[in-house]
């Protein structure tokens, strides 16, 4: 039991020194080393694309306004973007301004599509994300998806999946349907109020984690292949519709009230486990 912590420890340790070490030369890239560009798609919808603007630096900052519009996947190799949509508000809190990005109806397929491979990062902040068919962000080889304040997807909500090494974080609630996590990759979630999740999935040794998760609710959480979840509610209650953990996988949930953790349908197979309380002993009739 000790044990399962220790790794888990270990393997925040590990995912926290990747992440930082991303952060801090986004700040320092803010001041000096970003290229700032302007797209302006009230006046040509179609200014942002692959081919319009990922030239000639690989720190990109834009800063857009109006609506834009991508009739292909967005495809992120080997650059750090920043797609800013807007400013926030006095409180810090709420977006002032916002920008859309919109995939137009174009009969089959109607779905917007980020990807990212060869260590590429994309941060978006205060942007509406726009399709029929919901929007996927993906991350591949060492990437890294990072959502701020105010990214909405009022049509069909947002699948993210992060493979192969990569990182999706977020410290504001977003309308996640689908969460994939795989191949020894992570999401981690600061959410000062309330998250809701749909389908999380989470296979080859990766991590779910959910640092800060008030009163929060998660659809169905799959962990397979020595995979963890580690979610910290504060005192106040996680829903989770159905758990499933198999091939020694582990759910953790540091809390010592049993009553702040609500899962409808439990199902441990092949030597997984939960663990509870915050000096890790297993309790709760929950806990199988």
């Known amino acids: ?155 069909g909500g947002i699948a993210i999946s992060v493979s192969a090494n990569s990182l999706f974080r977020t410290f504001y609630p977003i309308n996640v349907t689908v969460l994939s996590i795989q191949r020894a990759s992570s999401a981690e979630v600061y959410a000062g109020t309330g998250v809701e999740l749909g389908s999380v999935f989470v296979s080859q040794s990766s991590d779910f984690i959910c640092r800060v998760c008030p009163t929060s609710t998660i659809e169905s959480l799959t962990l397979t292949e020595s995979s963890s979840a580690y979610v910290r509610s504060f005192g106040s209650l996680v829903s989770i519709g159905t758990l499933s953990a198999r091939q020694g996988s582990s759910f953790i949930f540091q809390d010592d009230d049993c009553d702040n953790l609500s899962i409808e349908t439990l199902s441990l197979l092949s030597n997984s486990m939960i663990y509870q309380g915050y000096d890790g002993d297993l309790s709760c009739e929950s806990a199988g």
């Open 1 to 155: 039991m000790n044990a399962n912590f220790q790794n888990l420890d270990d393997r925040l340790i590990s995912l926290e020194a990747r992440t930082n070490a991303l952060e801090y030369s986004e700040r320092d890239g803010l001041v000096g080393g970003w290229q700032i560009i302007t797209v302006d798609c009230s006046e040509d919808s179609t200014a942002l694309s692959n081919e319009r603007v990922l030239q000639g630096s690989d720190r990109l900052r834009i800063k857009l306004f109006g609506t834009c519009e991508l009739s292909q996947d967005f495809l992120i190799t080997g650059q750090k973007l920043m797609l800013d949509g807007g400013d926030l508000d006095s409180g810090g809190s709420e977006c002032a301004t916002k920008a859309s990005i919109r995939f137009p109806d174009q009969g089959d397929n109607q779905s917007l599509r980020f990807t990212l491979n060869s260590s590429s990062v994309l941060y978006l902040k205060c942007v509406t994300l726009e399709a029929r068919d919901g929007v996927q962000l993906s991350a591949y080889s060492n990437s890294y998806i990072r959502t701020e304040y105010g990214v909405t997807a009022p049509s």
